[in-house]
Structures are given as structure tokens and as C-alpha cells.
């Protein structure tokens, strides 16, 4: 049963990227989800999650550029991030509830 988050990167601000995060040994659909970060010297905070009804919720950080989405028939969840801003540089993480133990999350840097 684990988490794996992929596709972070390099980007300038104003560009996107699109996180994914794919479940294995459980359906994620049946669990409430969520997308996390830690930029350096801080707390991880939460960014975005989505329940097993596929309601979602966000950062005030995240409201109008960010778009949390799964995919069941994947059992992969994903984190469209746009307008990014080099205060999103973090490594993104994600995890369900009851949660998992943290992997090694995705690297995002936004800077020109």
C-alpha cells in the first residue's frame, strides 16, 4: 500500500506543471485525498484535497490556480497547478486519510 507523486519540475512563474500521484494496493477512491508541500525552513502545509465524493477543498494559497482531480479508472490523483509563483517552490507531497507513511514527494521550483 503505498503513494508515489511525480511530475514536479523546473518552471518560470506564470507557468504550469501537473502532479501526479498514483495509489497502489488500495482504491483511492474510496478515501479522502490531499496535496501537500514544504517549501525550506518551513512546515508542511496542506494544499488541496479531495474526498471519496470527489468534493474538494483549498488553500487560500491554491483558490483559482490550483485544480485537485483523480482519475478512478487510473487510481491516480492528480494537481494541476497554473500561474505558478516561486512561493509554490516546495516539495509536494501526497497522502490519504487515515494516512500513509510520507514518501519522498516531487520537487516543484518555480524561478526564472
Known amino acids: 500500500v503505498q503513494l508515489q507523486a511525480s511530475g514536479g519540475g523546473l518552471v518560470q512563474p506564470g507557468g504550469s506543471l501537473r502532479l501526479s500521484c498514483s495509489a497502489s494496493?488500495?482504491?483511492?477512491?474510496?478515501?479522502?485525498m490531499a496535496w501537500h508541500r514544504q517549501a525550506p525552513g518551513k512546515q508542511r502545509e496542506l494544499v488541496a484535497s479531495?474526498?471519496?465524493?470527489?468534493?474538494?477543498n483549498y488553500a487560500d494559497s491554491a483558490k483559482g490556480r490550483f485544480t485537485i482531480s483523480r482519475s478512478n479508472t487510473e487510481n491516480t490523483m492528480y494537481l494541476q497547478m497554473n500561474s505558478l509563483k516561486p512561493e509554490d517552490t516546495a516539495v509536494y507531497y501526497c497522502?490519504?486519510?487515515?494516512?500513509?507513511?510520507w514518501g519522498q514527494g516531487t520537487q516543484v521550483t518555480v524561478s526564472s
Open positions: 497522502n490519504r486519510w487515515p494516512s500513509l507513511p
Open positions: 494496493g488500495f482504491i483511492a477512491r474510496n478515501y479522502a
Open positions: 479531495i474526498t471519496g465524493g470527489g468534493a474538494t
